[in-house]
């Protein structure tokens, strides 16, 4: 399966070991040639893109980048594979495509080539792929969103006029409809959806689809059959995000209420008479099958646990790709066989996650508790999600299991502002990011001080992303609650932040914030971990990636001087990469970096950990 497995070094501990073993998403199979699938795999080291020929038994590297590639797709006819070639993960570039191989590797990977030298390197808005080797692609720029059609030739004109914080969402199968969606009413957290007819004349609106202010629209997939227009949406019209089957030709809506809990995602069946539907409910998912004409829905057996992604065979079989926080992940199907597995062994087990529910100032809250052996109380960790519209899952990490290796409990907050249990819980912070998350955060650190399970003179704060910038506003806001704080990727400055961030994210913010922070300069002041800097008692360590468009590093370089100046205990590790790494070892030294920074300043010692304990700071 690779080419280059890296060596692993002899007694290594079991959280490197996490970390090594090869992981892969589920594949991703063409919808006219199904024996055909990509996916990536940390395999060779660092994740990269493979191709997977199931008819023939052969798997193909096709990517090898120094900073690694992540973002592909696979044509319909399976005969093009398309990744996103950026600069050392700055997100900035252009898609490639090359041949599916058939054979040699090497041959394949010398064959990538732009996808169209029209276009100049961009953020990626979204890629919809036809099967006659056509394509419509997004690009995101500072100056606007816009909408190419690229042929098999290589050339590229713009189908519409430029979109107000749009993308890309899907062809039809007969690649005559075009679904975009779009922020044209202003709020980028909840857009509406636009479909779009192509033709030899041109293009022209078929149909908008808008549900209202609050209320957004994700586009899915059209139906997977030639002359069926019918398109998958999620919509929240129930205050949870559900299916919608909508037709645009004719305007036709079949809004089922599937009386299910939680957050809902679907995908269809191949013949297009049903839906895959899973569930995320209080962190762990289920699958169902539901039927378009009877109503009917059928439970899919699966774990108990998460799936990360799901997808139905030709022939009606489910595979999915499924972990628990004490199990390493596996592509399975809903018989119980393993589809695929990476090559060597498998990830060493890690403990159970168990739920707790606290009441907090907006509702109850959801936390995961790892424990590690022993009894309470523990020193603990509290691992705080990215997103914010994101939420933690019992799915299995590695960096939960080597926290928990290093004698720490791990609790993990669904705070306000997370997927997965309902509309009003993640849009809550709108308005006011960041505290109203600390606030939950607060209740459930009190909790897990008041019920013995944590030791509150040793409680590390810590996150990446989303997760990075609670880490640096909590132990500003609140900093008699945290022993250490360990921050990865954050927003520290966050006007600064803002000015120099991708324009996404600007759009984002602004339907966050409601404006800019010309025009709620409050709103940003108060939300801005800069802006209590001089509450901040707790020992810092910051993680800070030299080419991050998300969290740039200039606005963590005026949050660090600002510590410096105050005389406040920091250290700061720079590396080669955007918005986070895809290479193993360096994931390694950086939670090794993060684990033994918070030993040494709590007075611990772990031995698996002691090497990286000396490493000096950069």
Not at 70 to 92: K, M, R, S
Not at 168 to 187: P, T
Not at 359 to 367: E, F, L, M, S, Y
Request: aromatic letters at 8%.
């Amino acid at each position: 399966m690779t080419e280059s497995t890296p060596t692993t070094p002899p007694n290594e501990p079991a959280w490197q070991l996490r970390f090594r073993a090869a992981r892969m998403t589920l594949p991703r199979w063409a919808r006219l040639r199904p024996e055909r699938s990509i996916f990536t795999s940390n395999a060779s080291g660092t994740v990269e893109i493979y191709a997977w020929d199931r008819s023939r038994g052969t798997i193909h590297q096709l990517t090898k980048r120094p900073a690694g590639t992540y973002l592909a797709a696979i044509d319909p006819a399976g005969e093009q594979v398309w990744w996103f070639d950026d600069d050392g993960g700055n997100e900035f570039g252009v898609w490639r495509r090359q041949p599916f191989p058939a054979d040699v590797p090497d041959d394949a990977r010398r064959s990538a080539l732009p996808a169209s030298s029209d276009l100049p390197p961009s953020y990626p808005a979204g890629l919809a792929l036809g099967r006659s080797g056509t394509a419509v692609l997004g690009r995101c720029t500072d100056a606007a969103t816009s909408v190419h059609l690229v042929r098999p030739d290589g050339s590229a004109h713009q189908l519409i006029p430029d979109l107000a914080d749009g993308e890309v969402g899907a062809l039809s199968a007969d690649g005559r409809l075009l679904a975009l969606a779009h922020a044209e009413h202003g709020d980028a957290r909840h857009k509406a959806l636009r479909v779009v007819a192509l033709d030899d004349s041109g293009t022209r609106t078929v149909a908008d689809l808008w549900d209202g202010p609050g209320l957004g629209l994700t586009v899915v997939d059209f139906a997977p059959r030639d002359g069926d227009p019918r398109l998958l949406v999620l919509h929240e019209r129930r205050g949870r995000v559900q299916p919608l089957v909508w037709n645009p030709l004719t305007g036709e809506q079949f809004d089922p209420d599937i009386d299910l809990p939680g957050d809902m995602y679907a995908e269809w069946y191949p013949d297009g008479a049903a839906l895959l539907v899973g569930h995320d409910v209080h962190a762990r998912t289920e699958l169902y099958r539901f039927d378009l004409a009877s109503g009917a829905w059928t439970r899919i057996p699966t774990r108990a646990g998460t799936i990360s992604g799901a997808t139905v065979r030709p022939d009606g079989v489910v595979e999915f790709l499924w972990s628990s926080s004490a199990e390493p992940p596996a592509v399975v199907d809903d018989t119980g066989r393993v589809v695929i597995q990476p090559p060597g062994p498998a990830a060493p087990a890690s403990v159970p996650a168990t739920d707790a529910w606290v009441d907090g100032p907006g509702g109850r809250i959801h936390a995961l508790i790892s424990r590690p052996p022993g009894k309470p109380p523990y020193p603990t960790v509290f691992l705080v999600h990215g997103g914010p519209a994101s939420h933690d899952t019992d799915s299995f990490t590695p960096a939960v299991a080597a926290w928990v290796d290093a004698g720490f409990a791990v609790v993990r907050v669904n705070y306000r502002g997370s997927t997965g249990y309902g509309k009003a819980w993640r849009d809550a912070i709108e308005g006011r990011p960041g505290l109203t998350e600390l606030a939950d955060l607060r209740a459930v650190r009190d909790w897990a001080v008041t019920t013995g399970l944590s030791d509150p003179r040793r409680l590390v704060l810590a996150g990446g992303s989303w997760g990075g910038y609670l880490t640096l506003l909590g132990i500003g806001v609140m900093p008699d609650a945290w022993s250490v704080g360990i921050a990865s990727v954050p927003v520290a400055d966050y006007v600064t932040a803002y000015y120099e961030e991708m324009e996404p994210l600007k759009a984002f913010d602004r339907a966050l914030f409601g404006g800019t922070p010309e025009e709620v300069p409050e709103r940003y002041r108060e939300a801005s971990p800069i802006t209590y800097i001089d509450q901040v008692r707790a020992p810092v360590f910051i993680l800070a990636g030299e080419n991050d468009p998300r969290c740039p590093i200039r606005q963590v370089e005026n949050y660090v001087d600002a510590l410096a100046r105050r005389g406040i205990t920091h250290e700061v590790y720079r590396f080669d990469a955007g918005h986070g790494s895809l290479v193993t070892e360096e994931r390694i030294r950086q939670v090794g970096k993060e684990i033994a920074f918070a030993l040494r300043h709590l007075g611990m010692h772990r031995d698996a950990f002691a090497e990286f304990a000396t490493l000096a700071a950069p």
